[in-house]
């Protein structure tokens, strides 16, 4: 019911990706706006990282784009679904290796202080965790190295989800973060410099159905712990299209986007964190596909 607190089941998540690798390219035109802004913006900091840490690195556009800017660095791609590593092993360059590792953005598989950026492009809305994320980013940060980032905010997908409120009252589009919370759970993890802004993107569709094609195909499934169980029926499903209706403008029907960009710091001069218990050190370049559980 519309009073369930939203939570998100990683397991889900995890299942959608998975399925989501061979589409998710083709549909992903905002995401790889956004990467791009990203990317951008790091031309504005003086930074010769060793080591990169590509978090939730999907396909591996960023990856790639990553070793090709920082060609004596090792970049390390991340990702919770396998199926996004292999499809970004596919993609890859021989003459620019990257390794790959599947793991939880929440509990990286890495040693502390042995990374010097820390890039994730719209994958934080999927912890269900966001101080844990902060806090692993935090622990494997070596001093002064940059965290950069983007996320959803609080007003992407609202017609979608105003009309399945009206429709049926369950969680069907997830619950996005403020960026001045997001601010202050930076600075909750000790990361340093915080500098937060936020830009709006709005694609647009011919009816709501080809909106719910592009998030079935990147992986954007209805991923709330409380989300209706078994198939949606056709009652439920023309009340909300009769309610996105009320969204059109100009022949189309916008999907608006709020996107965060953040960036932070390591503190400096700070001895690096014990290892936690079962953490071992490795070489990096010795990194392969990593298995985890269903």
Not at 204 to 220: N, Q
């Amino acid at each position: 019911m519309s009073g369930h607190a939203f939570e998100i089941d990683l397991a889900a998540v995890r299942r959608s990706f998975d399925r989501a690798a061979a589409t998710y390219d083709e549909a992903a035109v905002l995401q790889a706006e956004v990467r791009s802004q990203l990317l951008g913006r790091l031309d504005y900091v003086t930074l010769e990282p060793e080591v990169i840490l590509d978090v939730g690195c999907g396909t591996g556009h960023s990856t790639r784009a990553l070793t090709d800017r920082y060609p004596h660095a090792q970049v390390i791609a991340l990702d919770l679904a396998e199926g996004m590593l292999s499809e970004a092993l596919r993609k890859q360059s021989d003459a620019m290796p990257f390794a790959r590792v599947c793991g939880d953005a929440m509990r990286l598989p890495l040693a502390a202080a042995s990374v010097d950026l820390v890039f994730s492009n719209l994958t934080l809305q999927w912890c269900p965790d966001l101080d844990a994320a902060f806090g692993e980013f935090r622990r494997v940060l070596r001093p002064r190295g940059l965290v950069n980032f983007t996320t959803f905010g609080p007003d992407t997908l609202v017609e979608l989800r105003a009309a399945w409120a009206r429709a049926d009252g369950f969680p069907h589009v997830s619950r996005f973060t403020d960026m001045h919370d997001i601010g202050d759970g930076l600075v909750r993890s000790g990361l340093a410099e915080p500098v937060m802004d936020v830009e709006r993107f709005t694609l647009t569709y011919p009816d709501v159905f080809g909106l719910m094609r592009d998030l079935k195909a990147i992986g954007a499934h209805n991923a709330a712990a409380h989300r209706p169980r078994g198939m949606t029926g056709r009652g439920r499903l023309r009340a909300m299209e009769t309610a996105y209706e009320a969204e059109r403008r100009d022949g189309v029907l916008p999907a608006t986007y709020e996107v965060i960009f953040g960036q932070a710091w390591g503190p400096a001069g700070e001895p690096a964190r014990g290892r936690r218990s079962g953490e071992f050190t490795f070489d990096a370049s010795g990194i392969g596909l990593r298995q985890t559980g269903p």
